[in-house]
């Protein structure tokens, strides 16, 4: 009896939890934007995440190995980015307490800093940086690039996950102008799909 009465317990909250889970099946947000390599050290590093509305991070979609993994000088081994030029990215290395990380959760979200020109995607499943569905509610997107040394970009928008299909309305903050390296990317766009 006593097996029956906890199967009861289980099939009712499986079934109470169903619609919550379901919410944001199948919506995702498309983040793209034109990228182009520039010539020099202290350019090229890139983030993109999000955040909830309490400002904590949720995911981060993609950050550039450099920022991240550093390069190795001499015989010395290899430094984080963020550490050897304190201007890669530095709102991502803050809002994600990057310093806080294993190298091991930090390659999760690390990828190679293209080698070409090219259009860049990434794509946000509405789940967490473990893989869970992220409560309803509102979010930020955020795209930061370090144009070159202290001249860097931050393009942000806000949106719910009851927000419908279409266009994310975005917004930049730049710190420092840089007339050479202004190209790095552009054509920011994300898109609820």
Same mark, same amino acid.
Not at 20 to 45: I, T
Not at 162 to 179: F, I, M, R
């Given at each position: 009896?006593?097996?029956?009465?906890?199967?009861? #317990?289980?099939?009712?909250?499986?079934?109470?939890?169903?619609? %919550?889970?379901?919410?944001?099946?199948?919506?995702?947000?498309?983040?793209?934007?034109?990228?182009?390599?520039?010539?020099?050290?202290?350019?090229?590093?890139?983030?993109?995440?999000?955040?909830?509305?309490?400002?904590?991070?949720?995911?981060?979609?993609?950050?550039?190995?450099?920022?991240?993994?550093?390069?190795?000088?001499?015989?010395?081994?290899?430094?984080?980015?963020?550490?050897?030029?304190?201007?890669?990215?530095?709102?991502?290395?803050?809002?994600?307490?990057?310093?806080?990380?294993?190298?091991?959760?930090?390659?999760? #979200?690390?990828?190679?800093?293209?080698? %070409?020109?090219?259009?860049?995607?990434?794509?946000?499943?509405?789940?967490?940086?473990?893989?869970?569905?992220?409560?309803?509610?509102?979010?930020?997107?955020?795209?930061?690039?370090?144009?070159?040394?202290?001249?860097?970009?931050?393009?942000?928008?806000?949106?719910?996950?009851?927000?419908?299909?279409?266009?994310?309305?975005?917004?930049?903050?730049?710190?420092?102008?840089?007339?050479?390296?202004?190209?790095?990317?552009?054509? #920011?766009?994300?898109?609820?799909?």
């Amino acid at each position: 009896m006593e097996t029956k009465k906890i199967f009861t #317990v289980l099939l009712a909250a499986m079934l109470l939890a169903v619609p %919550a889970m379901g919410q944001n099946k199948g919506k995702s947000l498309e983040v793209s934007f034109n990228y182009q390599k520039q010539a020099g050290p202290g350019s090229n590093q890139y983030a993109v995440w999000i955040e909830n509305d309490k400002g904590a991070v949720v995911k981060t979609l993609f950050v550039t190995s450099f920022t991240t993994k550093g390069r190795a000088r001499g015989n010395q081994p290899a430094q984080r980015g963020y550490v050897l030029r304190p201007a890669c990215v530095p709102t991502w290395v803050k809002v994600s307490k990057a310093s806080e990380k294993t190298d091991q959760q930090l390659d999760a #979200v690390t990828g190679a800093t293209p080698q %070409a020109d090219a259009l860049q995607t990434f794509t946000w499943n509405l789940t967490d940086q473990q893989g869970k569905a992220v409560p309803q509610g509102t979010y930020k997107v955020f795209v930061e690039a370090t144009l070159y040394n202290n001249s860097d970009i931050i393009y942000s928008g806000t949106f719910t996950t009851k927000s419908k299909a279409g266009n994310v309305a975005l917004t930049s903050k730049l710190s420092e102008p840089d007339e050479q390296h202004k190209n790095m990317v552009t054509n #920011v766009k994300a898109v609820i799909k």
